[in-house]
């Protein structure tokens, strides 16, 4: 058997998001929920499927950013449609400006997504929702054409106007504030809008053709910029703690993801509150145990991971014995897993940059020694004295607290969460926890 270096380089792409529903993709997925600490997205279906299927309901995912979310999300999809339900799942970065969101945005972005998603239904123009579009039409500085041909041919005043109106806002700050005076003191005629006269004549056609309903997944909100808004109110808490209670009225199945900050925060029993759902998080694999120990099985999936990227046709069990067609020996993959601490776009990163470095198979150790160690630099130069303290205390407690710096250690991934039997721990990315800074006495 021969392999292709450049289609191996191509099917470790760090960027890519899985898409379980597609052939090509799924025969790359791996499921980590076993070493994961729960069945977090059989969790999210059955709240849907089981719990709930009549009834609007409202969930929260969080994790690292670049942990899995999109993918097990995707894989959320992918088993909903199975179940009967229409999925409507988008990434709102592709909408909004992440360093600035507002209620009015995420609504709207809503809206244009699902009225081009179920643009074949034939829904009837939203008269009050399209009233609010002129308005901000207008202050946007767009022109909205109301087409004079038929629906199979244009896109509706909706879909064409929302679309403009996002897109003009995402790339000005100043019509976004003007969009932002006009939006919130309707944020209430746009949400009963959208529930009348997009959501429920939706969900009404789409049981029609033998639908169970409607759910929308919005991804990448937890993304959005943690800075504060000018009042001092960092914009997640804004946004998912003082104003959760509107997010949660749109009557269809939601999906939101959150920032992972909220769950460290002082806010995080309001968010509970407003919401009525705990948020689910998904923790980094585990490979190794809160003592120290190597996690086995986690290691075993991380492996998997690696190799079925070469060897996508093999079966799991024969893919180990081609594994010196990769690497120099064993132990140097087992060195990628563990360096990886078990964040999967990491270990892919890493391993596309040694790709790179490198050239030639088999892969050698010494190579993914000087590849980590260039990580281990550029990540050392963003670190404060005071960060460095604090990155101490978690390799020795395997804990953090809600305080600003462990927040920003998360967020920075210069600290992991993980979960067991006992609950969540939290360990040094191992990237930095091999640092000569960090074996400092505090």
Not at 39 to 44: A, C, D, H, S
Not at 222 to 232: L, M
Not at 333 to 360: A, F, N, Q, T
Request: with cysteine; aromatic share 8%; proline share 4%.
């Amino acid at each position: 058997m021969q392999l292709d270096l450049q289609k191996f380089y191509q099917a470790c792409n760090p960027s890519k998001t899985l898409a379980v529903e597609n052939a090509k993709d799924r025969q790359y997925y791996i499921d980590f929920s076993s070493v994961r600490g729960g069945r977090i997205i059989e969790e999210l279906k059955e709240n849907i499927t089981f719990f709930s299927p009549e009834e609007p309901t409202c969930e929260l995912f969080t994790g690292h950013i670049g942990c899995g979310k999109s993918t097990e999300l995707l894989r959320l999809k992918a088993e909903l449609e199975q179940e009967g339900f229409h999925v409507v799942y988008f990434e709102s970065s592709q909408d909004l400006e992440m360093s600035d969101v507002d209620i009015g945005d995420i609504l709207l972005a809503i809206a244009r997504r699902v009225s081009e998603n179920l643009y074949a239904l034939e829904i009837p123009e939203p008269k009050a929702l399209k009233k609010i579009l002129v308005g901000a039409a207008r202050l946007s500085m767009t022109e909205i054409e109301v087409s004079q041909t038929s629906a199979n041919q244009e896109l509706s005043l909706v879909e064409l106007g929302i679309g403009k109106i996002t897109a003009n806002a995402k790339n000005s700050p100043e019509i976004r504030s003007k969009l932002r005076e006009y939006l919130e003191p309707r944020t209430k005629s746009i949400l009963d809008a959208i529930n009348e006269e997009l959501l429920q004549p939706a969900i009404y056609k789409l049981k029609q053709y033998g639908k169970k309903g409607l759910v929308v997944i919005v991804d990448n909100l937890d993304r959005i910029d943690t800075a504060p808004r000018p009042w001092g109110r960092p914009q997640a808490e804004y946004l998912f703690v003082d104003r959760g209670e509107q997010l949660r009225q749109l009557r269809c199945h939601v999906v939101y993801t959150i920032p992972l900050e909220l769950i460290f925060s002082n806010d995080l029993g309001r968010l509970v509150q407003r919401f009525m759902v705990d948020p689910k998080v998904l923790p980094m694999v585990s490979v190794q145990s809160r003592n120290g120990d190597e996690y086995a099985e986690g290691m075993a999936l991380l492996r998997q991971m690696v190799l079925v990227r070469a060897f996508p046709e093999v079966d799991a069990s024969e893919r180990l014995s081609l594994m010196s067609m990769i690497f120099d020996r064993p132990e140097t993959l087992d060195r990628l897993c563990r360096i990886s601490g078990g964040h999967v776009r990491e270990l892919l990163r890493l391993l596309s940059d040694w790709i790179k470095k490198e050239r030639r198979l088999p892969l050698s150790g010494e190579v993914l020694e000087t590849v980590i160690r260039a990580y281990r630099n550029q990540m050392s130069l963003a670190i404060t004295e005071d960060e460095w303290d604090l990155l101490r205390q978690v390799q020795q407690q395997k804990w953090v607290s809600g305080d600003e710096g462990y927040r920003v250690l998360l967020r920075s991934r210069f600290v992991y969460e993980y979960r067991d039997a006992q609950g969540s721990w939290f360990d040094v990315n191992p990237i930095l926890a091999e640092s000569r800074r960090l074996c400092r006495s505090a």
